[in-house]
């Protein structure tokens, strides 16, 4: 342990914390009741499994569906299946298990952010090689209308700024609609956190920030374009 960086030793902690509570399922088959079993799954699932589509998800009570005619309904067993008597694109669910789907689109996301960020240098002169990229083109934030907290000395949290939330290769920005615009460089952010669903903490410099979210906004997307972003810088 000696011999391992922090965010090295943190991985090691996660592994070995890790379950899969899909494992105990398969024996057990424990329902779940719920009157609205797929609600907020939009929150956690960001990657579409069929059109590969980025923030175009959203849930009703008891599926999951994005624009391009993609449907999956989520039982109280935890399993996804087809919806029936419904037109689908496809026959079977891509799927089976939340699991599956938040584990491939972890994967999945580096590799279509790769190629993008590829496709924008390669479009450039070479007087812009190192500017910014924005990532509006690459994927949507739906429900991006945040509030900026800064939490002071005494450890008490104060609301600034409320504004849209928008996220390039160079970091993050609040931008308000007065125009007034507060902007986090990744570089100066050591690490971002996902405290409960709808908060996000992080230290830029010498402050430490909340960024409180909308109910169904997905924090984990930033998270992640974060996490690559920061790994290739």
Sequence with gaps: LKQMKPE????????????DPY????????????????????????????????????STKREIVCTC?????????????????KENVVQEPIFRTYTEWY?????????????????????????????SISLEEFCVFPNNEVCLHEVG????????????LKISTEGLSIVGNDGARRNFAFKDIPEISLCGRNKMAFICGEGYYEIK??????????????????EKQ
């Design 8 to 19: 090295e030793v943190l991985e090691l902690v996660r592994r070995d914390l890790y379950e």
């Design 23 to 58: 494992i105990t399922q398969e024996k057990d088959k424990v329902r779940f009741r719920s009157k609205a079993p797929a609600k907020g799954l939009e929150t956690a699932l960001y990657l579409c499994p069929h059109c590969k589509s980025i923030g175009t998800l959203h």
């Design 69 to 85: 005619g993609y449907h999956a309904e989520f039982d109280e067993y935890g399993y996804f299946s087809i919806p029936a008597n």
């Design 103 to 131: 584990l491939w689109q972890q994967e999945e996301i580096a590799k279509l952010y790769a190629a993008y960020h590829d496709r924008k240098t390669a479009a450039r002169s070479e007087n812009q090689q190192n500017g």
């Design 153 to 164: 000395d005494d450890e008490r949290s104060r609301p600034g700024m409320s504004g849209i």
């Design 213 to 230: 979210t909308h109910k169904l906004f997905n924090s984990r997307l930033v998270i992640r374009l974060y996490e690559w972003i920061k």
